[in-house]
């Protein structure tokens, strides 16, 4: 049984920072492509970095470009998503995700998920 679970968010002032942690079992980290995604209220889940079997680094969006890494610890079987210069658009829930097959982005290319973390940025 694969099991994610996230950790790490909070309350945090505009321009802070915070890790979120994402334990597996039932699944190696390493050998499977893994990510992130984030729910604000009223808006559709939305991609934010992925990180590939391989350790390629999928980042597609601009708000989150040069401020938000993906990384892993095998050791640990845990993908981090490290935030920095958080804004109140960030705010929202942050899931992590096992990747099945297609599109990175694409919330239906995913099997696996966990419960999610709340983020809150405030101003």
């Known amino acids: 049984q694969v099991q994610l679970v996230e950790s790490g968010g909070g309350l945090v002032q505009t321009g802070g920072s915070l890790r979120l942690s994402c334990t597996a079992s039932?699944?190696?980290?390493?050998?499977?492509?893994m990510g992130w995604f984030r729910q604000a209220p009223g808006k559709e889940r939305e991609f934010v970095e992925a990180i590939t079997w391989t350790g390629t680094i999928i980042v597609y969006a601009d708000s989150v470009k040069g401020r938000f890494t993906i990384s892993r610890d095998s050791a640990k079987n845990t993908v981090y998503l490290e935030m920095n210069s958080l804004k109140p658009e960030d705010t929202a829930v942050y899931y992590c995700?096992?990747?099945?097959?297609?599109?990175?982005?694409?919330?239906?290319?995913?099997?696996?998920w966990g419960q999610g973390t709340q983020v809150t940025v405030s101003s």
């Open positions: 995700a096992g990747h099945r097959a297609g599109t990175y982005s694409s919330t239906s290319s995913y099997d696996y």
């Open positions: 039932g699944l190696t980290v390493s050998r499977k492509t």
